[in-house]
């Protein structure tokens, strides 16, 4: 393996350097180089080779189920193993997520909606339940808030908005977004937590207006929320770590890159069997027509 990583480098530096740290000979570098490659050495350059790929693609954020995952996905037949071993030659991690501070003010007096939830995560189609929550995100300026709402059967953001303040509005236009994306039926369960951006009475008339039926977590429960939570630790681990704090134009093309690109159409989520969200939704129509 070190041999392969001095030949894999060759171009970025010199070939004394490479073998002095990892501490090999030159002469037996180009020894290995002259010796024909066995049938296992060739197929593991070559699943290498896709290995990178796929990380790459991914932003550097899968680990070793996703990218088995995205192996399989596209016809490579390979063990989970053979693909920890190989990305562990090759340097390559996944993203750990991180943990992160809870934003919404619970701290108020206005009414809240009961549990319809408790933490029953199921669904059988897209469209019955959403969830919304609101993180925030450090930039140049000091910090720019996210409000998204996310479909609980496929995992999607079907609506997002971001500003620099945590004024009502913030959450309003999420969820006209949601609203003008999808076309709702009434009957949908929106479910959030007891933030008063959702308890207003602007927020839950628009719920009222298109027949939503309003479902809140109980107080200082992250886990009733467990899927927002999730995308958002998500988003931080694998887009806000990177980040420099940004300006604030360059944030919003940075997330509406992530949400809408990556995250809805290419990320693979373990909670999908391994599939985006909108190949998920797509299964679902296909298994109702």
Not at 110 to 124: E, S
Not at 250 to 277: D, I, K, T
Request: charged content about 25%; glycine content about 6%; aromatic content about 10%.
């Amino acid at each position: 393996m070190r041999y392969s990583f001095i030949r894999e480098h060759r171009k970025q530096f010199r070939l004394a350097a490479l073998c002095r740290v990892l501490r090999v000979s030159k002469s037996g570098y180009f020894a290995w180089l002259t010796r024909t490659e066995g049938p296992r050495a060739q197929q593991n350059r070559a699943l290498g080779t896709q290995i990178k790929a796929i990380h790459r693609r991914s932003r550097g954020t899968y680990g070793r189920r996703r990218v088995h995952a995205a192996l399989v996905a596209q016809g490579t037949a390979c063990s989970p193993n053979r693909v920890a071993r190989l990305m562990r030659a090759a340097g390559l991690w996944g993203r750990r997520r991180r943990a992160f501070k809870a934003t919404t003010d619970s701290q108020h007096s206005l009414p809240v909606a009961p549990n319809l939830l408790a933490r029953n995560f199921t669904t059988t189609a897209p469209d019955q339940v959403w969830m919304s929550d609101i993180t925030y995100l450090p930039v140049q300026e000091g910090w720019e808030y996210l409000a998204a709402v996310m479909d609980l059967h496929s995992r999607r953001i079907v609506g997002w908005a971001m500003q620099s303040t945590l004024e009502r509005s913030l959450t309003l236009n999420a969820l006209a977004m949601a609203i003008a994306q999808r076309q709702p039926g009434p009957g949908l369960t929106h479910h959030s937590d007891r933030g008063s951006q959702y308890a207003c009475a602007d927020y839950q008339a628009a719920l009222a207006r298109h027949g939503m039926i309003p479902s809140m977590s109980r107080k200082g429960d992250v886990w009733d929320n467990a899927p927002m939570e999730s995308l958002f630790g998500t988003l931080k681990s694998e887009l806000v770590h990177d980040w420099s704090r940004p300006f604030r134009d360059e944030a919003r093309r940075e997330v509406f890159e992530y949400l809408e690109v990556f995250y809805n159409r290419q990320r693979l989520h373990s909670s999908l069997g391994y599939q985006s969200p909108v190949a998920f939704e797509h299964q679902s129509k296909a298994k109702v027509a």
